[in-house]
């Protein structure tokens, strides 16, 4: 079943993370990328789509001495992905010393139809990369991108915590980053929307007026029961579903 990144890009990151957990497909400390990896543009709606993952250096000169050569390879394999691409690089160097991006690379990835940039490493150009509007995400910013170099592409990397594999599906906004299972991802959007009503329990309850304590844990008591009947909903469509 095809997965619809538009409608998954209508919900906030801990969403998703919150209706992942519903599944039970994996623990609850695992699949998203830790504080090290911070929204550059917490302004920006959140993005969905798949990992074009790649390792850089920035410490030492690439032998060809052209700073973009891999570029134009990189940008083609966008093809072998199921949808959008999201670039994932992990800074090889401990710590970063130089910039894994800037203004030419994102507009690069943004006019070959990617959704946005994740790098363990640094980020810099960031008002123009503002000003074209594609996400990033990275752990700071440095002015310089010293001697950048792709070593490799198209490999798993390690980014935030997370082992990324190409053509893991992700989902990012200024909460952090999350991957997504490919075997749920297509109930993901279905789930949220209902995991977001039973939440309106709640939240309704407090804009109403003045709240009183009895009341607010019997809005609490719906809420909870909500959520964990959609959580057997889904685990046994989950378990139907590998049935057949």
């Known amino acids: 079943m095809p997965v619809d990144l538009s409608r998954l890009t209508k919900f906030d990151t801990p969403t998703i993370c919150n209706t992942i957990e519903l599944f039970e497909a994996r623990p609850r400390n695992q699949g998203y990328m830790d504080g090290r990896i911070r929204a550059c543009f917490p302004e920006m709606p959140p993005i969905a789509g798949y990992a074009a993952t790649a390792t850089m250096r920035c410490d030492f000169p690439k032998r060809e001495g052209d700073v973009y050569t891999s570029l134009d390879e990189q940008v083609a394999r966008f093809a072998e992905l199921p949808g959008p691409a999201i670039v994932v690089y992990q800074d090889l160097d401990d710590p970063c010393v130089a910039a894994t991006f800037g203004e030419i690379m994102c ?29 990033a995400f990275s752990n700071g910013a440095i ?3 010293g001697y950048s170099h792709i070593v490799d592409i198209h ?5 935030g915590g997370v082992t990324v594999q190409p053509g893991d599906l992700l989902h990012a906004d200024a909460n952090g980053v999350t991957t997504i299972p490919l075997d749920i991802a297509p109930e993901i959007a279905d789930a949220a929307d209902e ?7 709640v939240l309704d309850y407090l804009k ?5 304590a009895k009341a607010f844990g019997e809005a609490r008591k719906a809420m909870l029961t909500e959520i964990a009947a959609l959580g057997r909903r889904v685990r046994a469509g989950k378990q139907s579903a ?3």
Do not use: M
């Open 208 to 212: 109403a007026g003045k709240p009183e």
């Open 155 to 159: 490999r798993a990397v390690r980014v």
């Open 195 to 201: 995991y977001v009503k039973a939440e309106s329990i």
């Open 143 to 145: 002015c310089s991108h």
């Open 107 to 135: 507009s690069t990835y943004q006019a070959f139809g990617a959704a946005g940039l994740i790098t363990s490493g640094a980020a810099r150009d960031l008002d123009q990369v503002r000003r074209i509007g594609f996400p």
């Open 242 to 244: 590998a049935g057949n």
